[in-house]
């Protein structure tokens, strides 16, 4: 069974760096793009990015270039989202998800929330 | 940009038909996909290539894709199918993926 357990929720303060992870299981995990996804509270889905775990080929939103990091550690099947200086409108859940064929997000995380507030 | 539009929100009596409508420049050309949110849940893909369905979703769930719209159609809604819905395209020219403004389905 593929899975995707993403870890827990963070509470930060504005200006502090985090770094959330995606561990994928059930499946090749060098095979297939990992997918980030941002929903701000009581709003739609924004694709942030994508890797790609076996190479570490990394495409990003022009929304969410320079803002955030997308990268993998293939050896534990991880992928990770971080930023350097979090900003309060950063509050959402975040999202990964495996794409399947470059097209669509067939298998989802259960979502991390970030919080940053003073 | 690629944009998707989408309606805010669908109201449909319990065993009625929904459809969502998901509006794009030549949409017809691409392939739609769309996938259920629940509220407190993570997205579920519903339909995926325009009209094919994961396995596990109920033949309830339909889809179609043509001209500058595509659509997704509930039949036989239940109040279970009350949730937020995405449409969802991967944009060739700018190697971007593109998620429509979401809607909404009440079950009165």
């Known amino acids: 069974e593929v899975q995707l357990v993403q870890s827990g929720a963070e509470v930060k303060k504005p200006g502090e760096s985090l770094k959330i992870s995606c561990k994928g299981s059930?499946?090749?995990?060098?095979?297939?793009?990992i997918g980030w996804v941002r929903q701000m509270p009581g709003k739609g889905l924004e694709w942030m990015g994508i890797?790609?775990?076996?190479?570490?080929?990394?495409r990003y939103s022009p929304s969410f270039q320079g803002q955030v990091t997308i990268s993998a550690d293939k050896s534990i099947s991880t992928a990770y989202l971080q930023w350097s200086s979090l900003k309060a409108s950063d509050t959402a859940m975040y999202y990964c998800?495996?794409?399947?064929?470059?097209?669509?997000?067939?298998?989802w995380g259960q979502g991390t929330l970030v919080t940053v507030s003073s | 940009s690629y944009v998707l539009t989408q309606p805010p929100s669908v109201s449909v009596a319990p065993g009625q038909t929904a459809r969502i409508t998901c509006g794009g420049n030549?949409?017809?050309?691409?392939?739609v996909h769309w996938y259920q949110q629940k509220p407190g849940q993570a997205p579920v893909l519903v339909v995926y290539?325009?009209?094919d369905r994961p396995s596990g979703i109920p033949e309830r769930f339909s889809g179609s894709n043509s001209g500058n719209t595509a659509t997704l159609t509930i039949s036989r809604v239940e109040a279970g199918d009350e949730a937020d819905y995405y449409c969802?395209?991967?944009?060739?020219?700018?190697?971007?993926?593109?998620f429509g403004t979401g809607t909404k389905v009440t079950v009165l």
């Open positions: 998800a495996r794409i399947y064929l470059g097209e669509y997000f067939q298998h």
């Open positions: 059930g499946y090749s995990f060098t095979s297939y793009w």
């Open positions: 890797i790609y775990p076996g190479d570490s080929d990394t």
């Open positions: 030549n949409i017809g050309s691409k392939s």
């Open positions: 290539d325009d009209s």
């Open positions: 969802q395209v991967w944009d060739s020219s700018s190697d971007h993926y593109v």
